[in-house]
């Protein structure tokens, strides 16, 4: 494999892979509190001990990826452009309670 076939090659792969990681785990750790859900301190002593709840995940430790939002994005999209508007006589034939 030449390196010009390689490099060709390797986006599409990683990309595959990232789609796939995304699929089978969509939630990823917080890059601010590194997926504990507080920021780590030291105390006088220098022991790890907990420190603020984080904002960015609310405490969850876990984010939504890059990848799984793109993807929700466009899942909306096609459904929004794809949904069949619902017309004043498509109304007409239902009972008025519903």
């Known amino acids: 494999m030449t390196p ?4 060709i090659a390797i986006p599409p792969a990683v990309t ?9 785990s969509p939630l990823g750790n ?3 509190c590194r997926g504990f859900g507080f920021a780590m301190k030291a105390d006088r002593k ?3 001990k907990r420190g603020k709840h984080c904002r960015r995940c609310d405490g969850h430790g876990k984010r ?3 990848g799984r939002r793109l993807f929700n994005a466009a899942r909306r ?6 949904a069949e508007p619902r017309t004043p006589a498509a ?8």
């Open 4 to 7: 010009l076939e390689a490099a």
């Open 16 to 24: 595959v892979c990232y789609g796939l990681l995304c699929a089978g």
């Open 30 to 32: 917080c890059r601010k």
């Open 46 to 48: 220098g022991r790890p």
């Open 64 to 66: 939504i990826r890059i």
């Open 77 to 82: 999209t096609w459904h929004d452009a794809t």
């Open 91 to 98: 109304r007409k034939n239902t009972p008025p309670w519903r």
